[in-house]
T-cell receptor, first 111, second 114 residues
């Protein structure tokens, strides 16, 4: 079984400030980890993924995430956010076939 | 590549009516997933197919829901009869044979049952 916990349902942050969105996972097998972003009235888009290798993963739009096996975490970070980053972010864990999504974190960037 | 295409984008129907949602996956993708998104329950996996064969439908809420994939380029999700609690955004996603690529989602169908 696999599951994902996103600890924060909403994160407000001022423009140009750094942000971290937290994600913890649970899985009994080797996993793939993902972050997706959903802009209003749109589907989810893949931001980045961890499959193996380097624990620091860089994605689109300046986001990065770090896989920490001992803490079973995969937190998403960005050093300086823009208004356009306002969206909902989903962490996901997957095995060979299906992926389980977290409940999402709404990032609100304040001008 | 046009991506995953869902239709209609919006659907408003009366309780008791049949509703059919449609999805065209990306060509070459061999997995297709149907998700439902609501404020209360977030993203729920309803059913997924591999090579047009249903693999896991344990997320389908009840017998009123059914899904088919008659060929590699088309899938439907049908609700009959529809109820107000079925109101949600329904997403279709597809995935390439190599699972490294993650999912590609459609833009969703917003269903409102009145």
């Amino acid at each position: 079984a696999q599951s994902v916990t996103q600890l924060d349902s909403q994160v407000p942050v001022f423009e140009e400030a750094p942000v971290e969105l937290r994600c913890n996972y649970s899985s009994s097998v080797s996993v793939y980890l993902f972050w997706y972003v959903q802009y209003p009235n749109q589907g989810l888009q893949l931001l980045l993924k961890y499959l193996s290798g380097s624990t620091l993963v860089k994605g689109i739009n300046g986001f990065e995430a770090e896989f920490n096996k001992s803490q079973t975490s995969f937190h998403l970070r960005k050093p300086s956010v823009h208004i356009s980053d306002t969206a909902e972010y989903f962490c996901a864990v997957g095995g060979y076939q299906k992926v389980t999504f977290g409940t999402g974190t709404k990032l609100q960037v304040i001008p | 590549d046009a991506g995953v295409i869902q239709s209609p984008r919006h659907e408003v129907t009366e309780m008791g009516q049949e509703v059919t949602l449609r999805c065209k996956p990306i060509s070459g993708h061999d997995y297709l997933f149907w998700y439902r998104q609501t404020m209360m329950r977030g993203l729920e996996l309803l059913i997924y197919f591999n090579n047009n064969v249903p693999i896991d439908d344990s997320g389908m809420p009840e017998d009123r829901f059914s899904a088919k994939m008659p060929n590699a380029s088309f899938s439907t999700l049908k609700i009959q009869p529809s109820e107000p609690r079925d109101s949600a955004v329904y997403f279709c996603a597809s995935r390439a044979p190599d699972s490294n690529y993650g999912y590609t989602f459609g833009s969703g169908t917003r269903l409102t049952v009145v």
